[in-house]
């Protein structure tokens, strides 16, 4: 069982239980978090730009949280790089690199994300 959550790029079931079961609130959740998660690719954007390391590390320290609450540990871990790397100078590229990164594996999340809450609705 330890092995096959661990291939999951994300998990509900622990929000699921502290949303009580809510279906709607549920889904109210999981649509914050993707607003927050654009929010965070346009400030990220304009950052990279100004290149200002330290809000794109603010910026990604804002979305760990609703990270942790559906088991994102893979995007969890780029963000940690994303704010190692915006500790030094000049590692913009890799920075946005990791960015980049980043929203690939959020699109697959998304899309486990809406299968496990199809199979909720079931």
């Not at 990791?98 to 299968?115: G, P, S």
Request: glycine share 2%; aromatic share 8%; charged share 35%.
């Amino acid at each position: 069982m330890k092995k096959q959550k661990n291939l999951k790029r994300a998990d509900i079931s622990k929000l699921k239980s502290e949303c009580l079961g809510d279906q709607e609130y549920l889904n109210e959740i999981v649509a914050l978090l993707d607003e927050n998660i654009e929010e965070f690719y346009d400030a990220a954007e304009i950052y990279l730009k100004a290149k200002d390391r330290f809000s794109i590390s603010r910026a990604a320290h804002k979305i760990k949280n609703g990270l942790e609450m559906i088991q994102a540990y893979t995007l969890l871990d780029y963000l940690d790089m994303i704010q190692k790397e915006c500790q030094h100078l000049d590692t913009f590229k890799n920075i946005e690199n990791l960015i980049e990164d980043f929203k690939v594996e959020y699109t697959l999340v998304q899309a486990e994300l809406k299968q496990q809450i199809s199979k909720i609705n079931d």
